[in-house]
């Protein structure tokens, strides 16, 4: 049995997002070193502040500013901070009620060690040497043993307010496509696509994913398909992908490669973007050194029948 392939992989991406009244104000408070909740129609002060009650679903927009003193509710020691948190050394993230908010906002907490942490310990906002109008701009929490901090009775009225915010989302983690596309994978680095027939149905699913999705029961038998194969369905893209080098418009594509009972995707090139069609014979074009292909092209063939290719649409 060939070893099980496994590799890092990283899938990250910037979210955009603009703000609300709401969100606008409470940001550019951290800003300016206000911490900023709402009130809701029964008194009580959400912090984070949120745009619509939670319990009668009201909109809400009294803000009202808190003390950056507060008091731990629960708290949780992290070890091993990972990239992007917000310290380097390890550190308590904790769910925070500051003076003058009856919820709790979550935050890290600077403390020596676990030890050093217990809930209903009181605790300030250290502000982040830069702010720009982000959760970050709390750069943590610290404990603290002063006299509580009072509010400066901040309206949540600025100058310049933040009105969007560019977040980037990332998750890194280690994948292992398994038996059965560990050995697809090392068939294309020989330049060759292989599937798994399954013993029921007699499909044959490409990529294999050592059982058939129709049937349930587990596939082992190899099949060669391709390397020719059908355009079944595509679309133009026309919107270009960062650190992507290829120029829009292009055209992706399902392809039914001979032999096979599943589509799967490529993207299709040798030709104008226009003249791609349901029908349309292609083959793979491979780079040098490149572990699958970099796209298909026209093969010269006539179209195929479309009745040869409408159950794999």
């Known amino acids: 049995m060939p070893e099980v392939l496994k590799a890092p992989l990283v899938v990250e991406f910037p979210f955009t997002r603009s703000l609300g009244p709401v969100q606008s104000a409470f940001l550019t408070g951290l800003r300016e070193r206000v911490v900023l909740g709402v009130r809701t129609g029964d008194g009580r002060v959400l912090v984070p502040p949120v745009e619509y009650d939670p319990v009668t679903a009201e909109e809400i927009r009294d803000l009202v500013e808190v003390a950056p003193t507060g008091t731990v509710t629960t708290w949780a020691w992290n070890h091993a901070p990972r990239r992007g948190q917000p310290l380097t050394t390890p550190f308590a993230w904790a769910l925070v009620r500051l003076d003058g908010a009856d919820t709790a906002l979550l935050h890290a907490l600077d403390a020596p060690g676990p030890d050093a942490v217990r809930t209903g310990m009181r605790v300030r906002v250290r502000w982040a040497a830069e702010r720009t109008g982000a959760i970050t701009d709390i750069a943590c929490f610290e404990p603290y043993d002063g006299a509580r901090r009072e509010p400066s009775g901040h309206t949540g009225v600025f100058e310049d307010p933040v009105t969007g915010i560019v977040a980037a989302a990332r998750l890194d983690y280690t994948y292992s496509p398994g038996r059965a596309q560990t050995a697809y994978?090392?068939?294309?680095?020989?330049?060759?696509?292989?599937?798994?027939?399954?013993?029921?149905?007699?499909?044959?699913?490409?990529?294999?994913?050592?059982?058939?999705?129709?049937?349930?029961?587990?596939?082992?038998?190899?099949?060669?398909?391709?390397?020719?194969?059908?355009?079944?369905?595509?679309?133009?893209?026309?919107?270009?992908?960062?650190?992507?080098?290829?120029?829009?418009?292009?055209?992706?594509?399902?392809?039914?490669?001979?032999?096979?009972?599943?589509?799967?995707?490529?993207?299709?090139?040798?030709?104008?973007?226009?003249?791609?069609?349901?029908?349309?014979r292609v083959e793979p074009v491979w780079t040098e050194g490149a572990r699958y292909p970099d796209h298909y092209r026209p093969t010269g063939e006539p179209d195929a029948d479309y009745d040869t290719y409408k159950e794999l649409l």
């Open 185 to 280: 994978i090392d068939a294309l680095s020989g330049r060759r696509t292989v599937g798994e027939r399954c013993p029921a149905c007699r499909k044959v699913y490409v990529p294999p994913r050592g059982a058939c999705p129709t049937c349930g029961v587990a596939t082992s038998d190899q099949v060669e398909v391709g390397p020719r194969g059908t355009v079944t369905t595509f679309c133009i893209v026309n919107i270009k992908a960062k650190n992507l080098d290829i120029e829009v418009p292009y055209v992706y594509a399902h392809i039914a490669l001979d032999g096979a009972d599943l589509p799967l995707h490529g993207r299709i090139g040798g030709i104008p973007y226009d003249e791609v069609r349901m029908g349309l």
